[in-house]
T-cell receptor, first 119, second 114 residues
Framework: AQKVTQAQTEISVVEKEDVTLDCVYE???????LFWYKQPPSGELVFLIR??????QNEISGRYSWNFQKSTSSFNFTITASQVVDSAVYFC????????????????FGRGTQLTVWP | KAGVTQTPRYLIKTRGQQVTLSCSPI?????VSWYQQTPGQGLQFLFE???????NKGNFPGRFSGRQFSNSRSEMNVSTLELGDSALYLC?????????????FGPGTRLTVL
């Protein structure tokens, strides 16, 4: 069964603090994809990053970094020097590679982590 | 490129009515997926369309249906609305469907059922 767990429901930090959002996933597939999305109050889900299961390299993009560890089935997201504009709900999601010749595909989402950054 | 667009952005309906939501994918994208977001259940997959065919369906009753047109635009319909259908309905598009592509989301349609 596929499952994504974001144990942190809410996190509050003060501006310029670093913050890590945890994501743990379950899947039986050997080929899968992990995603992070940001949902500001406007409601739109904004794509942040996609990783495939064969690429365990950590990634850094500006103040954002991601730590993918297959051994612990985790894909954690760190924001360095947080800013008020980072306040949003962050979702981790999993998709599995479809069977050959099929286009079946769906995202399994965690419940999200509400991040509030105070000035 | 323009992003995914959804219309209308807000809807208020009463129980028993039906509603149709529309989604226009990113130009060139052929796959459209729909998700329902509620405080209680989170983000749940409704269905995916690719080349006018429903390829995958989530665990929702038959009152929820959809279709995709030859230009990849998609509509979803909910008949006999119930209070529990109040939610944010999000549409996502990807280039070729399946689980390998990144799905890009629209702003959503917020449906309120009274």
């Amino acid at each position: 069964a596929q499952k994504v767990t974001q144990a942190q429901t809410e996190i509050s930090v003060v501006e310029k603090e670093d913050v890590t959002l945890d994501c743990v996933y379950e899947t039986r597939d050997t080929t899968y994809y992990l995603f992070w999305y940001k949902q500001p109050p406007s409601g739109e889900l904004v794509f942040l990053i996609r990783r495939n299961s064969f690429d365990e390299q950590n990634e850094i993009s500006g103040r954002y970094s991601w730590n993918f560890q297959k051994s612990t089935s985790s894909f954690n997201f760190t924001i360095t020097a947080s800013q008020v504009v980072d306040s949003a709900v962050y979702f981790c999601a999993l998709s599995e590679a479809p069977p050959r010749g099929s286009t079946l595909g769906r995202l399994y989402f965690g419940r999200g982590t509400q991040l509030t950054v105070w000035p | 490129k323009a992003g995914v667009t959804q219309t209308p952005r807000y809807l208020i309906k009463t129980r028993g009515q039906q509603v149709t939501l529309s989604c226009s994918p990113i130009s060139g994208h052929r796959s459209v997926s729909w998700y329902q977001q509620t405080p209680g259940q989170g983000l749940q997959f409704l269905f995916e369309y690719f080349s006018e065919t429903q390829r995958n369906k989530g665990n929702f009753p038959g009152r929820f249906s959809g279709r995709q047109f030859s230009n990849s635009r998609s509509e979803m319909n909910v008949s006999t609305l119930e209070l529990g259908d109040s939610a944010l309905y999000l549409c996502a598009s990807s280039s070729s469907g399946g689980g390998t592509d990144t799905q890009y989301f629209g702003p959503g349609t917020r449906l309120t059922v009274l």
